[in-house]
């Protein structure tokens, strides 16, 4: 199994980043998939989530109306969009992949993980 997280990088308060997720080695159309970030210092913390089917996402409320996260089945690939994107969304930013049939809001609801892309944003 494999999550390979990217599109990660530094930049300025306002700006914009997509962050893919590639996976591989497990069935990614019966998985729900989450990102979550992780500040220094501070514990991981839940961003966003998509169902297996994509039918329903749900956000972080400190994201809500700035994030979007999709995913594409044939590419087995899940998508965090990051706009409008100010400091304290500085963190590492980790996707996993979840068989939990519900709302999965914590980390110990997912199975797999990825090993984190860095997203800094400067005042």
């Known amino acids: 199994v494999q999550l390979q997280a990217s599109g990660g990088g530094l930049v300025q308060a306002g700006g914009s980043l997509r962050l893919s997720c590639a996976t591989s080695?497990?069935?990614?159309?019966?998985?729900?998939m989450g990102w979550f970030r992780q500040a220094p210092g501070k514990e991981r913390e839940f961003v966003s989530h998509?169902?297996?089917?994509?039918?329903?996402?749900h956000y972080a409320g400190s994201v809500e109306g700035r994030f979007t996260i999709s995913r594409d089945s044939a590419k087995s690939t899940v998508y965090l969009q990051m706009n409008n994107l100010i400091p304290e969304d500085t963190a590492v930013y980790y996707c996993?992949?979840?068989?939990?049939?519900?709302?999965?809001?914590?980390?110990?609801?997912?199975?797999?993980w990825g090993q984190g892309t860095q997203v800094t944003v400067s005042s």
């Open positions: 996993a992949a979840s068989r939990f049939t519900g709302l999965a809001l914590r980390a110990y609801d997912y199975d797999f």
């Open positions: 080695g497990f069935f990614f159309g019966s998985y729900a």
């Open positions: 998509v169902s297996w089917n994509g039918a329903s996402t």
